[in-house]
């Protein structure tokens, strides 16, 4: 639980400091500007696990609630993890069946023949075959979001080792870490290869036909391997991952309040007089502050956030160019096919589907870095909803029970809708480049869909990063620091938590008036902020 200790390498310089290190109270309104720049322009500095009592502003001492660890979305990680061993075992004995030579076969009621080239040509009804392709691609997609959540959870625990987490949400093929082997650059680089491989094997796994049977699809032996190997590598890197996860990874919850909560249980600070300071303030010093009406844009919070949006931008220029050159290609003056080939003519089947999986695995770099940093931008949105549920009738909670991760997700339409546009997406490139069994090939019309998908992808993308939550509740974005100080009063996963004005603050008599207010959390409905009154 929460007061179990981290094994975190420190050294005894580290642990002595730590050991004698007394904590501040939410009282502290005279700390000067140089201890708060250290609280919050530099990271977070990994620190043993205390259950000690803490001191709120009004100078009850509390102890922090238990945080919760998501133990039910581990197992379900875990569950993946294994089901992701056996389906890219499956795909590697399936892959060498598919390349055994032998006599040709073929039965009256669905079964199969074999060129002795890696492919198999079965004989189904056009019903069954969807339903085949269904379930690989449901059985595919799940594997890939297991292995990349466990990914996902283990990288802000290793950036909070090495004292660089700021945000709860983070581009894990993007970020490196020096102490964790899972999260180095050479593995980043390693697991996005993997991810492009299984998006590229999964759509090419089966082929039209070129028998006479009109109801027969061809099992791509290459697709199949290279499936089994993208899912083999990307569960080793999760394994790696998990394997000792009970002493680096304190909670598996990617609620963002939840992680702050774990934050200051493992050694973070929150700093006083800073409730309505936010995240775009981070390095003001905490003095009285009047609420906005608008809260400033994730892009100006996060600096590197206009670097993503560049990246979408010049991905869609590029789809256009490609969209314009394949067009202008002489090879369509001459022919009425809106097909230009690119590889295949007179070329063994085997070389033929193995060109395929390269030629679209290096046109899908793109594709896959845009999509994966359109997801950071999603969780960033995610985060900043859930702070900013304190100030609605239900309120928040850093908790959301046993399958909190999953239900989050399932209930976001920022996340509901970059689901489909990633099926979506990766179906047209599917469309754009793609082999028929005897030769590799782009459509200009699959290329001139797949640029209005990407287009869609960067209006979304654009509007996540560019918006500007409404109301006077200061935004975070998942910045855990500012989260830490804007919540006072920490309560139990399930309950409830509310944000708005608690009445005015102690010690804040100016002229003999007092002027300053205070706004913080509790349990109850609290009113909203006024305005032209000045908080801290």
């Known amino acids: 639980m929460a007061d179990r200790r981290l094994t975190w390498p420190l050294t005894r310089c580290q642990q002595q400091m730590i050991l004698s290190h ?3 109270t939410h009282t502290e309104s005279s700390k000067s500007c140089s201890e708060h720049a250290s609280a919050h ?32 979305t581990r197992n379900i990680c875990i569950g993946g993890l294994v089901l992701s061993w056996l389906v890219s075992i499956a795909c590697i004995i399936l892959a060498r069946w598919t390349f055994r030579s032998g006599q040709l076969f073929r039965t009256q009621n669905g079964s199969y023949t074999h060129n002795g080239q890696g492919e198999r040509v079965f004989f189904l009804s056009t019903v069954r075959q969807e339903l085949v392709k269904l379930a690989v691609n449901v059985c595919v997609s799940f594997c890939t979001d297991c292995l990349g959540y466990i990914h996902s959870a283990s990288t802000p625990w290793a950036l909070w080792r090495e004292g660089r987490l700021l945000y709860n949400s983070n581009a894990r093929l993007l970020v490196s870490t020096r102490s964790c082997s899972s999260s180095r650059w050479s593995s980043n680089l390693v697991s996005a290869f993997l991810l492009i491989v299984c998006y590229v094997s999964s ?24 499936l089994g190997i993208g899912i083999l590598g990307q569960a080793m890197v999760s394994t790696l991952c998990i394997w000792g996860s009970r002493q680096l990874i304190p909670t598996w919850s990617s609620n963002p309040l939840n992680t702050a909560l774990t934050c200051l249980h493992h050694g973070m600070r929150s700093v006083g007089g800073r409730c309505m300071l936010s995240v775009h303030q ?3 010093p905490p003095i009285p502050s009047k609420p906005f009406h608008h809260q400033a844009s994730a892009e100006r919070a996060i600096p590197s956030i206009r670097h993503i949006t560049r990246f979408l931008f010049a991905s869609f220029g590029l789809i256009l160019v490609w969209t314009i050159a394949i067009r202008s290609d002489p090879y369509f003056r001459k022919n009425p096919s809106t097909t230009l080939p690119l590889y295949g003519a007179s070329v063994p089947v085997l070389e033929l589907n193995l060109c395929s999986l390269l030629i679209t695995s290096s046109l899908q770099l793109l594709l896959t870095v845009s999509l994966h940093l359109t997801e950071l931008l999603v969780n960033l949105s995610r985060d900043e909803h859930i702070w900013r549920l304190a100030t609605s009738k239900k309120g928040t909670q850093s908790s959301f029970g046993p399958l909190g991760s999953l239900k989050s997700a399932a209930c976001s339409w920022q996340t509901i809708l970059l689901f489909t546009l990633k099926s979506l997406v990766y179906w047209l490139f599917g469309l754009a480049v793609n082999s028929n069994g005897q030769i590799v090939y782009m459509n200009w019309v699959g290329i001139l869909l797949l640029f209005a998908g990407v287009g869609v992808v960067v209006v979304f993308g654009s509007l996540l990063a560019w918006s500007q939550p409404n109301g006077s509740q200061p935004a975070t974005f998942g910045h855990l620091q500012t ?12 309950e409830t938590i509310r944000w708005g004005d608690k009445g005015l603050a102690k010690n804040s008599t100016i002229g003999g008036h007092k002027m300053i207010r205070h706004a913080g959390t ?15």
């Open 22 to 24: 007394t904590p501040r």
């Open 282 to 284: 981070r390095d003001r």
């Open 41 to 72: 322009s530099e990271p977070l500095v990994p620190m043993l696990s205390t259950n000690e009592p803490r001191t709120t502003r009004l100078g009850d001492v509390v102890t922090l609630p238990a945080y919760d660890r998501g133990l039910v």
């Open 203 to 226: 759509g090419q796994l089966f082929l039209s036909s070129t028998s006479a049977e009109q109801k027969g699809f061809v099992l791509n032996g290459i697709a199949i391997s290279a």
């Open 522 to 536: 509790t349990r109850t409905c609290l009113q909203g902020v006024r305005m032209r009154v000045s908080y801290q």
């Open 483 to 494: 989260l830490a100080d804007l919540i006072d009063e920490w309560h139990e996963g399930g």
